[in-house]
């Protein structure tokens, strides 16, 4: 019986689905795809000794841009999406970033991204813990990033971001230089 | 008209002629250079001589020279068969400065390649020619006919050292150029080898260089140093040699015995004996033996001549003879035993000038006190024997007299280690022989009996076809757990597909996210079209 009613239900959403608009909103990568080489300049680099793991707050496990509008208010865009993760997109960023300010150095390190505020007013916020192995055990600390008048257009965002955790990046291998923890 | 007028006429003055030309001065001054030069020539030219050789091979006429250390002073000038066609004469033109070395006594050779083992000769005679040597002679007389050497003399005849000659009974290997050797060095070569036919002994001549000539004396020792003396006895296997080059070619050694102080510096020729090796030279430092008889009930294999005589350890004497009469009468309480004539050297034991009454007498004594002769193995490798002389306990309450055996004092024996095994063995097997075997057989018969039933028990339960597939079975379970989880392994092919259909699922959760919370929202948003909700506009983007 079950069967019978499944095949006519399928076709109709099916029927309905093609009915439905069609959103072609643009989605935004985080780390972007570098520019294509030639291949006389293709260069083998050595595997990250990095280990790094992100988790994001569920509110930003979703495609659509999460948009601060005040108030503890978000509103998820129906016009902006990341196309991957933010959590694999942010680990993939940050890997880099420390591989450029501290290549070589063997780190592992753990961020947990509480708030990836995007307000309307143009200023981006992440903040949240990150804590760091050095081979005897973890150790963290809470960071708060803002950079006000980040962007005119959504679409920015994308370019901020990244910009954001390079800064994150360059303040924890100062921090571990400088023996602080 | 005529005149005619008188006049006398002048007589002609007659000078005569000068009867000897000046030319004939000419000749005559000619014939002066000639006879100058005749006188000079003969003035200048030495003796000649005529040399005596077996043969004329390398000899030629005009070419061959005569030397004296390598000076030219003379030359072959005629080769002729002597006589009786045994050999030739060789004609030689000496210069005149050679006159003084021509004597009776010298001697010449011809210098010609020669290769033998003690060494290489006469090599520049490949390139100069063969020539005629000369040692010069010390006689005031003078000689013109000379019988040369075919072989040239082992050392100058002039040489400083001294001359010494060796006799032996037995012809070695040594010949004319052998070395003689002092401490492994060759301090002289032999001579001559000649045999004496009055004495029928081989004599050597050594012929030992300056200063070396002062290490003989009349204690000096000469051995035979030809090849490798190897000797193999109840001491072991000893292995002597004086050095490779008399090993190829034979050669003598020469050793003052230790302690002979009083040896007395010895002239040209002394004669002395030549030893067959040197183990020979220190045996000999003990001339005197007296002669006793042991007789053994065992078997003497591997007691050889020679074989030592000792006392805890130190030798006193040695084994002359073995089996002087096999097949003896009974001596005391012996039959048929084997009589060996030991010789005890006094001087070994501290009796030296002891008579053979007062050795008799001292083993008697030691006799009386348990002293007994008994046979020992000296090497097992070699299965040498020796006689050792021992006091024992057990032996001295025992009254033995001093029995006579062929005129020789018989020493008592007592059976040796040898023996003393075959009684340990004939114990141990009668020992054996009181062991309960059949009992012991026959316990074990039925424990292997017992075990044998296990066994084909066991031989049944592992031919049973389930018992054969239980090890198969086991190992291809084990297989394929190792294979799955090998796959489910990190490193795993299962592993690697499971994570990307995990990823891939949370992928597809992630994206359907959006639709959730919109039918969260708007439940018929999938049948009728929502406008996109407007964002609100960035600041500075207005």
């Known amino acids: 019986m079950l069967k019978i009613v499944k095949a006519p239900v399928l076709l109709a959403l099916l029927f309905l689905t093609g009915c439905a608009s069609n959103t072609t909103a643009p989605v935004y990568l985080l780390l972007n795809e570098s520019a294509p080489v030639q291949s006389e300049n293709v260069s083998l680099q050595p595997v990250s000794n990095k280990t790094v793991r992100v988790t994001v707050a569920d509110y930003l496990r979703q495609p659509q841009l999460a948009i601060s509008v005040g108030n503890g208010k978000v509103q998820f865009s129906d016009n902006y999406y990341w196309a991957e993760p933010l959590d694999k997109a942010i680990k993939y960023v940050l890997r880099q970033q420390l591989e450029q300010v501290a290549p070589g150095k063997l780190l592992s390190v753990e961020v947990d991204v509480q708030r990836l505020n995007i307000f309307s007013s143009g200023t981006v916020e992440i903040s949240g813990e990150i804590r760091v192995d050095r081979g005897n055990g973890f150790v963290g600390q809470r960071f708060r990033l803002m950079r006000e008048n980040a962007f005119t257009d959504y679409s920015d965002v994308a370019g901020v971001v990244p910009d954001m955790f390079g800064e994150l990046a360059w303040v924890l291998n100062r921090h571990l230089s400088s023996g602080c923890d | ?542």
Not at chain 2, 145 to 169: I, K, T, W
Not at chain 2, 253 to 271: K, L, Q, R, Y
């Open chain 2, 1 to 542: 008209m005529m005149k005619t007028e008188s006049t006398s006429m002048p007589e002609a003055r007659v000078v005569r002629g000068r009867k000897l030309s000046i030319l004939w001065l000419l000749p005559l001054l000619a014939l002066m250079i000639g006879g100058w030069m005749l006188w000079y020539h003969y003035s200048h030219m030495g003796p000649r001589i005529t040399i005596s050789f077996h043969t004329a091979d390398g000899i030629e006429s005009g070419k061959t020279q005569v030397k004296f250390r390598n000076v030219v002073v003379g030359e072959v000038v005629g080769v002729q068969l002597d006589n009786d066609l045994s050999g030739i004469n060789a004609t030689v033109q000496m210069t005149a400065e050679s006159t003084k070395l021509i004597h009776d006594d010298t001697r010449f050779w011809i210098v010609r390649p020669r290769v033998s083992a003690g060494g290489i000769s006469g090599l520049s005679t490949l390139l100069s020619g063969t020539y005629i040597e000369l040692s010069p002679g010390t006689s005031d007389v003078s000689a013109e006919r000379f019988v040369g050497d075919e072989n040239p003399p082992v050392s100058q005849p002039d040489a400083a050292g001294l001359r010494v000659s060796l006799y032996s009974h037995k012809r070695g290997s040594l010949s004319i150029g052998d070395p003689v050797l002092y401490s492994g060095f060759q301090v002289g070569k032999v001579e001559e080898v000649s045999f004496d036919l009055k004495n029928r002994q081989v004599r050597y001549q050594l012929f030992i260089n300056e200063p070396y000539n002062q290490l003989v004396s009349d204690e000096t020792r000469f051995w035979n140093a030809s090849g490798i003396d190897l000797k193999a006895d109840a001491a072991g296997v000893v292995l002597r040699m004086e050095g490779l080059e008399t090993v190829l070619s034979g050669g003598v050694a020469f050793a003052t015995p230790e302690g002979a102080t009083a040896s007395v510096p010895v002239s040209d020729n002394h004669i002395f004996k030549l030893y067959p090796d040197f183990n020979s030279t220190t045996e000999q430092e003990y001339s005197v033996g007296y002669d006793f008889v042991l007789l053994f009930d065992e078997t003497v294999r591997g007691l050889e001549p020679g074989a030592e005589v000792s006392f805890r350890g130190i030798k006193i004497g040695y084994v002359k003879r073995i089996a002087l009469d096999i097949f003896t009468k009974k001596v005391g309480s012996q039959k048929n035993a084997i009589p060996v004539v030991i010789s005890v050297q006094p001087e070994r034991i501290g009796k030296p000038g002891a008579s053979k009454k007062e050795v008799v007498q001292m083993l008697n004594d030691a006799i009386h006190e348990g002293m007994r002769a008994s046979l020992k193995s000296g090497n097992l490798l070699t299965g040498g024997k020796f006689v050792d002389v021992d006091f024992y306990e057990h032996e001295a309450t025992k009254k033995v007299k001093l029995t006579m055996f062929h005129n020789y004092p018989v020493l008592p024996t007592k059976p040796g280690e040898f023996s003393g095994i075959g009684e340990q063995v004939s114990t141990l097997l009668t020992k054996l022989n009181d062991l309960p075997l059949e009992k012991t057989v026959a316990d074990l018969n039925r424990t292997l009996s017992a075990a044998e039933k296990s066994m084909a028990s066991l031989h049944s339960l592992l031919d049973d076809k389930n018992t054969k597939q239980l090890p198969d079975s086991a190992a291809q379970t084990l297989k394929t757990a190792r294979k799955l989880l090998g796959d489910y392994s990190a490193q795993g092919a299962a592993y690697k597909d499971l994570q990307g259909t995990l990823n891939s699922l949370q992928t597809l959760v992630w994206q359907l996210k959006p639709i959730v919370r919109e039918l969260s929202q708007q439940p018929n948003s999938l049948i009728f079209n929502r406008e996109p909700e407007k964002d609100p506009q960035p600041a500075q983007g207005q």
